[in-house]
């Protein structure tokens, strides 16, 4: 019996911030969350072919984020050499610094830029504003779609974002000190175990009635810091991914996330792709 709880019997699927201290050495994880012990391999692999395909799809940048992307290569450079005995290469100089800095690691690397903004009486404060991003491991949203745009703008497709995170999301980052990491973990679910996967997606693979075989689990290793000279905040995105029925003998597991399902409100329903995912899992209920 696998006693490892499914990643939606501990963070359920309530909207939160849900963040959490991180320490410097386990900020850029060198393992798979899962001892999948090629899955980094593969995952800078396939970054270096997107880049080389698909470049404007997985990076972009205004001007003036040289400054913030040298300051992120440094820091990752770094973390390798330091906490992981890695020497980070020879990243490409031809490159945005970001760019050649996402290319280290497995990580996703996104840049946000402080914006003054008017309010009615207050005067003026400050919103967030992505301004860089490398992001070859999308799950169900487009790169250029989000460029430039303040976070309310960037969640507004996420149900509720707005009456219960979007004014204590921007007051965590407004308050953001240098120095500590914040983290925290998310989950989705999908078929079949692309990275790459910018648009939610009906498909079955493999040909096969037993579409629960083919479902998994999305995790996501999320960091939150702040750049000690430009002011900007990096965003990074861990990505593992691992089959549902993963936790098919975990106590309740597939039970729990029918239940959860049938709990969320229609919008969320509808944003967690719940109708693509259910009749697999009750299937998958049946065999175990």
Request: glycine share 6%; aromatic share 8%.
């Amino acid at each position: 019996m696998n006693n490892e709880q499914a990643p939606w019997q501990r963070l359920g699927s309530s909207l939160k911030l849900g963040l959490r201290a991180c320490s410097e050495s386990d900020w850029l994880p060198y393992d798979d969350l899962f001892g999948d012990g090629l899955a980094r391999a593969r995952q800078l692999s396939l970054k270096q072919q997107l880049s080389a395909e698909r470049h404007s799809d997985v990076f972009a940048a205004v001007p003036d984020t040289q400054a913030a992307g040298q300051e992120v290569l440094e820091m990752v450079c770094t973390h390798l050499a330091t906490h992981h005995k890695t020497p980070a290469g020879d990243p490409d100089i031809s490159a945005h610094p970001l760019d050649a800095a996402a290319r280290l690691v497995p990580e996703d690397l996104l840049l946000l830029a402080p914006q003054e903004r008017i309010t009615d009486a207050q005067g003026g404060d400050y919103g967030w504003h992505l301004v860089a991003a490398s992001l070859c491991f999308p799950a169900h949203w487009v790169l250029a779609d989000k460029m430039t745009k303040p976070l309310t703008d960037i969640h507004a497709p996420v149900p509720h974002y707005q009456e219960r995170l979007a004014a204590p999301m921007d007051r965590f980052f407004t308050h953001m000190q240098v120095g500590p990491i914040s983290a925290r973990m998310n989950w989705s679910l999908q078929f079949g175990d692309t990275l790459y996967i910018p648009h939610r997606s009906a498909h079955i693979p493999a040909g096969t009635v037993k579409a629960y075989e083919h479902l998994y689990a999305r995790m996501e290793h999320q960091t939150l810091r702040k750049l000690p000279q430009t002011g900007h905040i990096l965003f990074t995105i861990r990505t593992h991914i691992v089959p549902v029925l993963h936790w098919k003998e975990t106590p309740n597991a597939i039970r729990d996330l029918l239940a959860l399902m049938d709990g969320m409100s229609a919008e969320t329903r509808a944003y967690k792709g719940v109708d693509l995912y259910r009749d697999a899992l009750q299937h998958c209920l049946l065999s175990v």
